[in-house]
């Protein structure tokens, strides 16, 4: 997904069986941010400014209590 001005790309992959979010700067092309994400999120989206990047998961991991329904939401500072 492309951040709203444009000055970032952000793709979901599974390196070896590891899920994986890399961020990219699309002036210089250079990797800015890897993170391993615990499951196969459901979405990544950006905040208006395009200062936040979120995950978003649906599902709730192990060690969390509560429904089924519960969204688990990791939000990472781009700038």
Known sequence: ??????KYLAAL??????NM?????TGSG???L?????????AL??????RLLALVD???????RGP????VLRVFAVE
Do not use: E, K, V
């Not at 997904?1 to 444009?6: H, N, R, V």
């Not at 979010?21 to 700067?25: P, T």
């Not at 890897?34 to 999120?41: I, K, N, R, S, V």
């Not at 089924?68 to 969204?71: F, G, I, K, L």
């Open 1 to 6: 997904t492309w951040s709203p001005d444009g």
């Open 13 to 18: 992959t599974n390196d070896h069986g590891q």
């Open 21 to 25: 979010i890399h961020l990219w700067d």
């Open 30 to 32: 250079a990797l800015s």
């Open 34 to 42: 890897t993170y391993g994400a615990l499951y196969d999120p459901d």
């Open 45 to 50: 989206t950006w905040s208006p400014d395009g």
């Open 58 to 64: 649906r599902r709730q991991p192990f060690f969390m």
């Open 68 to 71: 089924a329904r519960d969204t």
